[in-house]
């Protein structure tokens, strides 16, 4: 079993409240689950308007598999325009 971990650290620059930033959090995360099958949470910068840091997470037994997906899944992201995507770190476990 390999588990991949991908950390994405972003910027919401339209994001002038913890709700406007909960508005485009919520859209994304439901987008990247549907489309890439897998788990998604927010994982830092909780009280910040417009930065975020989100965890994707997803299971397989091929890593060639899940190192795919999560491209996929940051090119998903970085192709958004209301998001910038500051760093980005994948781990396998």
């Not at 994405?8 to 409240?17: L, T």
């Not at 994707?56 to 992201?77: H, N, P, T, W």
């Amino acid at each position: 079993m390999i588990v991949g971990a991908l950390k994405v650290d972003i910027k919401i620059p339209g994001a002038n409240s913890l709700k406007e930033k909960r508005h485009v959090l919520r859209s994304l995360k439901d987008n990247i689950r549907n489309k890439f099958n897998v788990a998604v949470s927010e994982v830092g910068h909780q009280d910040m308007w417009q930065r975020a840091a989100i965890g994707i997470a997803g299971v397989s037994s091929d890593r060639l598999f899940i190192e795919k997906e999560m491209a996929r899944a940051l090119q998903y992201i970085e192709s958004r325009g209301d998001i910038e995507v500051i760093d980005a770190s994948l781990e396998f476990i």
